[in-house]
């Protein structure tokens, strides 16, 4: 048996925005994705009882306790684990809440059980969590949550940081919650009743993230407006919109946002808007009338260890 190294531990992990490429990133198309400031943050220790514990309760069918349970195999700690979780990240609205926490109890344990995070088995350990949740989940919310920053991911060559000209991003939530293994159901329905517009959809995809590159490099933040509304009608196309969705897009883009899409998986969730900074304040104010509406940071700090 591995000696137990810690007897409480803490960890905390970022929430993610997903600014090109849900969905078409399942089908190994890659994607653009970003932390965000908004974090989750689990406190776990050991426990004399067997399993996985939340509070004093038994969590089961829950990501995080299959996220814990691969650790423990993994590293050969013969424990229970009680987590507290405290997050600050809205669940089911496509800001990656589930990845975090799952990130985060992996971490944690990891830390009681070796004394150390194991970022490497963390991914692995969090990828798995999602797998109860998520149907075929690509592996991009939890990579970001570890690794934070921005990047591009595409499930056969994993993940590859770049620096975005992206600061900020504002995040419309509709307050409509929905189950991503749902929506990516009804996009692999699509493609298998539509599988040459499909193969269509995902070549635009593809074309699609290098035009945004581009248009980071050049700093033309219109065209990378224009380019979040060419994403969001493919979206649309698949079926992963929603009322709401296309309600919050045309409130910010009457207030003067540059674009604005779906962020995650649709159906409901959250917005994601591109504004210039002096329009700030006038497109919140104008889309808080009937939206919760959120300022975040983007490019925020990866997983790491806290004070417990
Ligand atoms: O809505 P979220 O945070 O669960 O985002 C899921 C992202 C998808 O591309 C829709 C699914 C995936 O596994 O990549």
């Known amino acids: 048996m591995v000696p137990l190294t810690m007897e409480k531990a803490a960890s905390s992990a970022p929430g993610k925005v997903i600014l090109f490429g849900e969905h078409f990133v399942v089908y190994d198309k890659p994607a653009i994705v970003s932390a965000i400031n908004l974090r989750v943050r689990v406190e776990a220790w050991r426990y004399e009882k ?98 934070g920053g921005s990047g591009i991911y595409r499930r056969s060559r994993g993940f590859s940081s770049i620096d975005i000209p992206l600061k900020k991003i504002l995040i419309i939530d509709t307050g409509k919650t929905r189950r991503t293994g749902e929506m990516v159901s009804r996009v692999r329905e699509f493609s298998e009743k539509n599988k040459e517009r499909f193969s269509e959809i995902l070549s635009r995809e593809e074309e699609l993230i290098n035009e945004v590159l581009d248009a980071f490099k050049s700093l033309d933040f219109e065209k990378i407006g224009e380019l979040m509304l060419v994403n969001q009608s493919l979206l649309k196309e698949v079926g992963v919109s929603s009322n709401e969705i296309e309600e919050a897009i045309k409130l ?20 994601i808007c591109l504004v210039d900074e002096d329009k700030l304040e006038k497109v919140s104010k104008s889309i808080s009338n009937k939206f919760k509406v959120y300022l975040t940071e983007l490019s925020a700090e990866g997983l790491r260890e806290e004070k417990i």
Do not use: F
């Open 50 to 147: 067997p399993g996985v514990w939340l509070g004093y309760r038994t969590l089961v069918d829950h990501p995080s306790t299959r996220a814990v349970e691969y650790v423990l195999e993994k590293t050969g700690l013969m424990s229970g684990i009680r987590l507290k979780i405290l997050s600050k990240i809205p669940a089911s609205v496509g800001l990656g809440s589930s990845a975090s926490v799952s990130v985060a109890s992996a971490a944690s344990a990891s830390l009681i059980s070796l004394g150390r995070i194991d970022r490497e088995l963390v991914e692995k350990a969090a990828l798995e969590g999602e797998k109860i949740v998520h149907v075929n989940p690509s592996g991009i919310d939890t990579t970001i949550a570890v690794r």
């Open 252 to 271: 910010a883009l009457d207030a003067g946002a540059y674009g604005a899409k779906l962020t995650g998986a649709g159906g409901g969730g959250c917005v």
